[in-house]
């Protein structure tokens, strides 16, 4: 049967989470079509396509304008669970990620009407769609669209000369929010032992009020030290004290990711919530230790139990711009002084070979295998 990939084509969350699906997908299933939500933009991943080996030609030579004259047919549409109703077919399913307890800016009603099924990376996520009476499979995301040869892409290495070289270096990337909670590294640093060398790659929208990082590092009294332009980025060298903090404007290159990612000790995902964290999940297959609150999505690949996860209280989700407490809970750090205690082991362990063996997940690999989630895939959507 035809399988019609609905998603948008970009660089943002949903683009990236949807062309590693149709890798998995063009792989296994030889009559897959895809259908553009919004303007495609195909130069945004054209170095994340040639990272995980997706045809260019062959992909943009499988874009329809629409389905107007085709018969049976399967969709499947990643996007927003509120808005699944941009779903086409007779036979249509959607695959979401969301970060709290309700559906953001949707009614379940409307969700009900416009797929047969929604899957969603976690159980937790099923959990949320059932408790608002919409019919939900767990289909994992996939595991690592970057953990391929770092040889062949930009070196970062000169980083470490700004950085104490007796210390790990550590990592936080993503938007600049209340909910993924990188205010909440920085607070947490104050209180390690040794020097802290952080990595930032936060993309921070300097409007809506939001607190840009470049700020909130000089509230905190970190001295902005130096600025570097390297390959078009533009970084940020930050001092206070013992503590040095580098800001990486936001890259457009997947390979520049890698890069930082090569260079990484230590990988810190302490957020609110998360429909699947794809950085966690590349860096945790790339073999690099995290630390990571034991929440939402993380906790389909992490355990409770795991020397480096972080136990987690539930709250009204609210920030008053992305968020404004019509969403459900969220679930924070329970103590940042935990997240001191963990970097501060990280420390000590530094080039042991027991924090190489302290990777949060039970078994990733086997749970993301491409195999698994074509089947998985096949089965609920009938292709």
Known sequence: MKLILQAPINSLGYGVFALG????????????HVLPIGNPNIGAIEDLMDIIGVDKQDYIDRMIPGVNG???????????AHELNKSVGPNKYGHSTFETTKIHGGNSGSIRDSVNTVMTPSDWGVRVLREHNIK???????????????????????????????TPIFMSSGKWEKRKNQQGILDAISNVDEPVNL????DNPFTNGLVAPMEYLTHLKFNLARVLNHENNLIYIYKRGKDTVILVSYVKSYKDVVSLYNITDCYMSISCGEGWDLPLVETISMGIPSIA?????????????????????????????FFDGNQGNWYPVKRLSDVS???????????????EAQIVSSDLA??????????????????
């Open 21 to 32: 699906y149709y890798k998995i997908l063009r792989d296994r299933h030889e009559d897959l």
């Open 70 to 80: 085709l018969t049976d047919y399967t969709t499947l549409t990643i996007w927003h």
């Open 136 to 166: 939900a499979e767990c289909v994992p995301g996939p595991a690592s669209l970057l953990g391929v040869d770092v040889s062949m892409y930009r070196n970062f290495d000169f980083l470490k000369n700004h950085f104490d070289s007796s």
């Open 199 to 202: 990595i930032g790659l936060w």
């Open 293 to 321: 609150s034991y929440n939402t999505a993380h906790t389909q690949y992490i355990e409770s139990k795991d020397e480096f996860s972080l136990e987690c209280t539930e709250e009204l989700a609210k920030d008053g711009i």
């Open 341 to 355: 205690e963990l970097m501060n082991k990280i420390i000590y362990y530094h080039g042991d070979e027991i924090v």
């Open 366 to 383: 086997k749970l993301c295998n491409p195999d698994r989630i074509f089947k998985m895939l096949k089965d609920h959507c009938g292709f």
